[in-house]
């Protein structure tokens, strides 16, 4: 009997969001069913429900028929379910069978280890998947591809594998290294095991795939056969959303000025270079996969990363900004990519949260802070964003996402920067929050505020920026102004070219 | 704004920390009768000064996310460094002391250096100068308590506000620094940043705090007012003793623990790490007097940390449930 995976009305929630809406769907074993979908789409989620990183809060998770509940990772892979996830999670220090069989080796008389049973056993596997590898061979003598293959057939170690999920795994191949893994994954397809491809490269999933789930703000969209679908239906698919009106009832009339931000040639440790101008009044949007080096820019800009190389000039002046309280004092703020990680200071109240990066200037000389000036600008804050929350008194981290993204706003503009950096601004945030957030941006530039706005969102981009520049590779490869340009058009810029393997 | 709720003089915690240290007082003093007298209570005060001036430092230290094991050790070091030097120099004990304090926050920087140049855990790097400090202790006197005979620093251990049944100067000393440290904690700069640090400190360091420097002059502060304990029990023993208070630190981490201080970092308060410090102390002496082996003490000593540090748990873990349930039924 082939192996099933079978979701039914799967739904998870995190505080503030939801992050899969009843989600069904099935992957039967001897396809390859790949997993697309924009950035927080959920595809995530759903990878760590399956190896049970996470348990969902509604709906049934089958395997084989059966409903399953994993506590943790080590339940789901006992139970022959692996993920193979970008970043490594073997022991470089061990050597290729030891990996394998980690945490089953077997062992004999005062547990010594039977060492030879475990490299015959891998070697045979290895063998079997024709690599150039020994069972002896230590991991990190491995290149990233192999160590990749090790992580592959440490899950078909198992007896009873029943499926393998891989996570952008070719993110960091070769040409010929994609070809092997793709070589493997159709043994594990012939063999029966059940394979969920989780990637942005079209190309790739157009030579691998057979059908494709498509998934788009937690929900399940739709699966087609990948034959039977075009690269623009899929992407239409992937995009489409009903943010129309939204965008086009907002108000962008404005004056854009001079010439605030020049970023020359800079560079850092994790960016390419980057060059390019934020007008006052001006939205410029950064357009791009995740990971083509968008967080990077404004990280480097900010202090938040080391500058390696270029200028940062601001309103004709040469500035350094070697923390980002260096960028602060200078006007350069920054709303940053992961709320929880690097906004919110989760227990500490909304108003002082707010009131966190003015610390400065409440402050008189010998560091005691001005309280009444300090629960005014929570107050101006809550006002001016209709931030809802009954008291600023209030834990931040009660409250919705969105409203602590306006929180982290508010903490920004209340001290009156030059540069406003959005970064995913409305990442994980419900549709009606999201249009309050796109007049406020508008409204925001309007006062003469260059703001820099990330977005993986297209609909996003399009509709608020007044010029879009597209990122790929840690560089940017594109500019277009934002009345010409379409979500088609942006997302082959980000996706097509240069990506895609062979 | 909600003006129907009338907001209580305490917070919950506060509340139950004065339940229990109620509760300890009332067992002590049915186990013996001169527990809760006016000489006894006086006492308890005494004793909670060495508890007290370290869980200062320690409070602010586990806010950032850090902790100081070596507070006991920089204790010992400092006593038998003013014995010492009342001994060995014709210098006044108020200059002694001062400098005795100044070198102990060595001991502070060289922990925060560990903590945040080397990435090495708080808990580790300040094992490593639990160590060091009390060698030093130990070498300074080689091995042998130093008697001090110094009249002036004698009274200043000993000597009472309002007359011989007044109130000791240690215990203003003490209140004094609580109310100093609880204003640097809620209204200035400095403690609205360690609140920050410890709540997230990548989220503090991209909204322009300087994690570092605080962490360091948090370290400092702690090394500083371990020493200034140490100073006091010297005084107050009349030696300097080099196996002096094993348990300082461990009494003043119980005491921040069990006034709220997470020890995740982000959340405390001075006021109601006064009244851990009550507690810990009315524990303690409460044993001593009812006759506790000092053995069963430090099993005594390790349950209470143990169920303040469960309490906690539990408090984080209700919140984070009702959290989620809030967030089901919303959206």
């Known amino acids: 009997m082939p192996n099933v995976i079978e979701f039914r009305n799967i739904t998870k929630y995190f505080p503030g969001v939801k992050a899969l809406d009843s989600v069904s769907f099935t992957a039967r074993g001897g396809e390859v069913l790949a997993l697309m979908g924009e950035n927080g789409a959920g595809k995530s989620t759903l990878l760590k429900i399956l190896n049970g990183d996470y348990q969902q809060d509604m709906g049934e998770y089958l395997v084989n028929g059966q409903p399953c509940h994993f506590n943790n990772p080590r339940e789901a892979v006992a139970a022959g379910i692996g993920v193979i996830y970008q970043e490594r999670q073997i022991m470089l220090e061990l050597t290729v069978g030891e990996n394998m069989f980690l945490g089953r080796l077997p062992s004999g008389l005062f547990g010594r280890i039977k060492m030879n049973e475990v490299h015959e056993k891998a070697q045979k596997i290895i063998d079997e998947f024709g690599l150039d590898m020994k069972s002896t061979d230590k991991v990190k003598d491995l290149s990233v591809a192999y160590q990749q293959m090790v992580e592959i057939m440490k899950a078909y170690s198992r007896e009873n594998l029943k499926m393998i999920a891989f996570d952008e795994p070719t993110a960091s191949l070769s040409g010929t290294e994609i070809e092997s893994l793709f070589r493997i994954i159709q043994k594990l397809k012939a063999e029966g095991k059940v394979i969920i491809y989780v990637s942005h490269r079209m190309a790739e999933i157009r030579d691998t795939a057979d059908r494709v789930a498509i998934f788009k703000d937690g929900c399940f969209v739709g699966d087609s056969p990948i034959h039977e679908i075009t690269d623009e239906e899929l992407i239409q698919k992937m995009v489409g959303r009903d943010l129309g009106d939204i965008f086009s009832s907002l108000d962008k009339k404005k004056e854009i000025g001079e010439v605030i931000l020049d970023v020359r040639n800079l560079k850092s440790p994790y960016l390419k270079e980057a060059s390019f101008v934020v007008r006052a009044g001006e939205i410029v949007g950064f357009s791009g996969l995740v990971s083509a080096g968008r967080t990077e820019v404004v990280r480097a800009i900010t202090g938040a990363d080391p500058q390696t190389g270029g200028e940062v000039w601001l309103d004709g002046k040469k500035i350094q900004c070697k923390t980002p309280h260096d960028a602060i004092r200078n006007g350069i703020v920054m709303v940053p990519e992961d709320r929880k990680l690097q906004g919110i200071i989760p227990r500490m109240s909304v108003g002082r949260n707010i009131a966190v990066g003015s610390l400065d200037a409440l402050a008189n000389r010998l560091g005691v802070i001005n309280s009444r000036r300090e629960a005014e600008i929570g107050l101006e804050g809550k006002q001016n964003f209709n931030i809802k929350t009954p008291d600023l008194e209030k834990p931040i981290v009660e409250l919705s996402g969105g409203n602590q993204q306006k929180a982290i706003v508010a903490r920004w503009l209340s001290t009156d920067p030059r540069i406003l950096i959005l970064d995913e601004p409305t990442k994980g945030i419900d549709i009606g929050a999201k249009s309050e957030f796109y007049n406020m941006i508008c409204d925001i530039a309007k006062r003469g505020i260059g703001v820099i706005l990330i977005s993986s969102e297209l609909p996003e981009v399009l509709g608020l920026s007044d010029r879009i520049l597209v990122m790929r590779g840690k560089q940017i490869v594109g500019e277009i102004d934002a009345a010409d340009a379409t979500e088609e058009e942006l997302l082959t810029m980000a996706m097509m070219e240069g990506a895609v393997y062979g | ?331």
Request: hydrophobic residues 55%; contains cysteine; charged residues 10%.
């Open chain 2, 1 to 331: 704004m909600d003006k129907r709720k009338i907001k209580l003089p305490v917070s919950g915690n506060q509340f139950v920390l004065i339940i229990a240290l109620a509760l300890v007082t009332v067992i002590f003093s049915a186990l013996n009768k001169n527990y809760f007298t006016y000489t006894n209570l006086i006492n308890i005060l005494v004793s909670s000064t060495l508890i007290g001036l370290t869980s200062i430092g320690i409070t602010f230290l586990i806010m950032t996310g850090g902790n100081d094991l070596s507070a006991g050790s920089v204790a010992a070091f400092a006593g038998v460094f003013v014995a010492w030097a009342l001994k060995a120099t014709s210098m006044n004990w108020f200059l002694i002391g001062l400098i005795a304090i100044a070198i102990s926050a060595v001991a502070g920087v060289t922990n925060a250096l560990m903590v945040t140049k080397l990435n090495i855990v708080p808990f580790i790097a300040t094992l490593v100068s639990q160590s060091i400090w009390r060698g030093f202790a130990y070498l300074m006197c080689d091995g042998k308590p130093i008697s001090i005979a110094d009249k002036g620093f004698l009274a200043f251990g000993k000597a009472r506000i309002g007359g011989t049944e007044g109130i000791p100067v240690t215990v203003i000393l003490m209140i004094v620094f609580f109310v100093i440290f609880g204003f640097i904690l809620a209204k200035t700069k400095f403690g609205r940043s360690i609140f920050a640090i410890g709540g997230n400190a990548e989220a503090a360091r991209l909204a322009g705090i300087n994690a570092n420097r605080v962490k360091t002059i948090c370290y400092v502060m702690t090394s500083m007012f371990a020493a200034l304990a140490g100073i006091i029990l010297a005084a107050r023993m009349n030696s300097g003793q080099p196996s002096a208070s094993p348990n300082l630190h461990f009494d003043a981490i119980t005491a921040a623990n069990l006034g709220g201080v997470s020890m995740i970092g982000g959340i405390g308060s001075i006021p109601s790490v006064i009244l851990g410090v009550l507690l810990v102390q009315a524990f303690n002496s409460g044993l001593n007097m009812v006759n506790v082996s000092s053995y069963w003490q430090y099993v005594a000593r390790g349950l209470l940390l143990f169920a303040s540090l469960a309490i906690d748990f539990y408090r984080q873990r209700t919140r984070a449930k009702k959290l989620l349930a809030d967030s089901m039924k919303t959206l």
